[in-house]
């Protein structure tokens, strides 16, 4: 997509400690507007652009600044993906808590923690690897 750039590893891992914090807030408080927001979060990284999350603009403002330079990247495809899957479940959280069914609501909420707890805690970004096994079987058509 354009604008997408390769993306600083440390800004990821710094979004799913964000997202994890917003997640137990949803879980604790089954505040589903909160889990609405990050779903709209994840719409935007998913579906136009990862330069518009709130969270990585805030590690690229502030953060970044203060750590030392890295030369690591990573691909923005793998990302925009996890970001995908991430908007399905907490959509699903958001209709379950919405629609008053809160088990649904804090089954898919959860799912979602746990995957980004992988993320920001191990670096293991559970979306990315179903994007890498995905592109294995079913590689890009050439243009």
């Known amino acids: 997509m354009p604008g997408d750039v390769p993306v600083d590893p440390r800004g990821p891992r710094f979004t799913a400690w964000m997202t994890s914090l917003v997640l137990v807030i949803v879980l604790l408080t089954g505040v589903w507007q909160l ?9 935007m990284c998913a579906f136009i652009g990862l330069r518009l999350n709130p969270y990585g603009q805030l590690f690229r403002t502030a953060i970044r600044p ?7 990247r990573e691909a923005p495809e793998p990302l925009r993906f996890a970001q995908g899957v ?7 959280g958001t209709i379950g808590y919405a629609s008053g069914l809160t088990t649904l ?10 995957a980004a707890l992988l993320n920001a805690a191990f670096g293991l970004c559970l979306g990315c690897e ?9 590689p890009a058509k050439s243009t």
Not at 105 to 114: E, M, P, S
Not at 130 to 138: E, K, N, T, V
């Open 35 to 43: 889990l609405a927001a990050q779903t709209v979060i994840f719409a």
């Open 86 to 92: 991430g908007f399905v479940f907490a959509l699903v």
């Open 130 to 138: 179903m994007y890498l096994i995905i592109r294995r079987f079913a």
């Open 105 to 114: 609501g804090v089954v898919a909420t959860a799912a979602a923690l746990v």
């Open 66 to 72: 203060r750590l030392k330079p890295t030369s690591e």
